[in-house]
C-alpha cells in the first residue's frame, strides 16, 4: 500500500516520503479500515511517539497522520461494536502507524460511526481540532454558561472548533490572532477579537477561562487575566505561567467515542462548521504538508476520491 513515512526527526515535515509498505494486519480488539481522507498536524515529526514506540524501542519508519475518515474492511480477534463495511472517523494511537496511508489498523474503541451525510473529507477533521476543543473546555476547563473565554488562535483548526462550541454553551467568547484572521475569527463566533501585534491582551479585562494554543510569552500575558478560581487551559506541552488563584492544565487529547459522536451530531444540524483550508490526494501530500505560505485551516489528504 502507498504511505507517507518519515525516517529522521531532524528533517522535521521537509523529510516525508511517499513509499510502498505492506498492509497492516488485525490485532487483538483491531480493525482494519480503509481510508478515505487523512488529516495531518504539522508537530507530529517532533512528537517523541512519532519515532519510538511505548518501550522507547526505535518505529522509524513511522508513517505519519492519526486523524482518519474510511470505511472498516476486517475485524481482529475479539473486536466488537463494529462491523465490515461501516464508515467509521476517528484518532489513531499515537505509537502505531497513522493514517497517511490507504489502509490503518486501529484499535475499534477509538473509532465512532460516521454518518451517511457527513462525507469522509468533513470526518477527518474533526478527530483532534474536535476532541480537543472539546476536552479542553468541558473536561478540563469545565467551561460553564455565562463565563468569557480567551482563546488563541481563534481562526485555527483548533480554535475555530473551540470558539464555536463555546458560543453554543452560552459563554462570552474574545478570539485571537493576526489581523488578517480578524473576520474568520467573528465569523466562528466569537464576540470580540484581539489583534496579537498590535492590540493589547491587558485590554480584554478579567477572563473565566485561557484557551492556549501558543504558549511563551502569550501565556504569560495572559495568565493575569484569568479572574480568581479560572482555568488555563493549554496545548501546548507546557505549562509556563500559572494563574495566581486558579487551575492551570496541560492536557494531550484523548479519543472518545462518545465525544466523537457528539462533535459529528453538530456538524450535521448545522451548529458546527469544519475549518478545512486545503485538500490534495496522497500522492500530492508531501507537496501539501510543505507548503511555501502560509494556509488558514486543516490540510486534508483524500487517501481515495
Known amino acids: 500500500m502507498k504511505a507517507i ?8 515535515t521537509a523529510g516525508m516520503r511517499l513509499v ?34 511505548r518501550a522507547g524501542r526505535d518505529r522509524s519508519p513511522s508513517i505519519l497522520g492519526h486523524e482518519l475518515a ?29 493514517t497517511l496511508a490507504e489502509y490503518v489498523a486501529i484499535e475499534a474503541r477509538n473509532l465512532a460511526p460516521l454518518p451517511g451525510d457527513v462525507d469522509f473529507t468533513t470526518g477527518a477533521s474533526l478527530p483532534i481540532s474536535g476532541l480537543t476543543a472539546w476536552q479542553g473546555l468541558f473536561v478540563h476547563g469545565r467551561l460553564q454558561s455565562g ?47 484581539v489583534d496579537l501585534a498590535n492590540d493589547t491582551l491587558q485590554g480584554v479585562g478579567g477572563v473565566d477561562l485561557v484557551f492556549d494554543v501558543i504558549g511563551g510569552d502569550i501565556q504569560k500575558q495572559s495568565v493575569a487575566l484569568i479572574r480568581p478560581g479560572g ?39 448545522g451548529r458546527l462548521r ?13 507537496a501539501a504538508l510543505n507548503p511555501t505560505e ?3 485551516g486543516k490540510t486534508i489528504i483524500q487517501v481515495r476520491p
Open 70 to 98: 474510511g470505511v472498516v474492511t476486517a475485524l481482529g480477534y475479539g473486536t466488537t461494536g463494529l462491523s465490515v463495511g461501516q464508515r467509521v472517523f476517528g484518532l489513531s494511537d499515537w505509537h502505531r502507524d497513522g
Open 231 to 269: 482555568t488555563l487551559v493549554g496545548v501546548t506541552g507546557s505549562i509556563e505561567a500559572r494563574p495566581a488563584d486558579g487551575l492551570a492544565v496541560d492536557f494531550v487529547v484523548e479519543s472518545d467515542r462518545a465525544q466523537l459522536d457528539e462533535i459529528v451530531q453538530r456538524v450535521r444540524d
Open 274 to 286: 469544519t475549518n478545512i483550508g486545503n485538500i490534495a490526494n496522497l500522492d500530492d501530500a508531501v
Open 294 to 296: 502560509r494556509r488558514g
Open 5 to 12: 513515512v518519515v525516517t529522521e526527526q531532524v528533517a522535521g
Open 147 to 193: 463565563q468569557s473565554l480567551l482563546v488563541h488562535g481563534a481562526a485555527g483548526a483548533v480554535g475555530s472548533m473551540v470558539t464555536q462550541l463555546a458560543r453554543e454553551a452560552g459563554a462570552y467568547v474574545i478570539g485571537t490572532g493576526r489581523a488578517a484572521d480578524r473576520q474568520k475569527a467573528l465569523d466562528f463566533g466569537a464576540h470580540e477579537f
Open 20 to 53: 510502498e509498505r505492506p498492509q497492516p494486519t488485525a490485532a487483538i480488539n483491531d480493525v482494519i479500515v480503509e481510508i478515505h481522507a487523512s488529516g495531518f498536524v504539522p508537530t507530529e515529526v517532533e512528537w517523541s511517539s512519532t519515532w519510538v514506540d
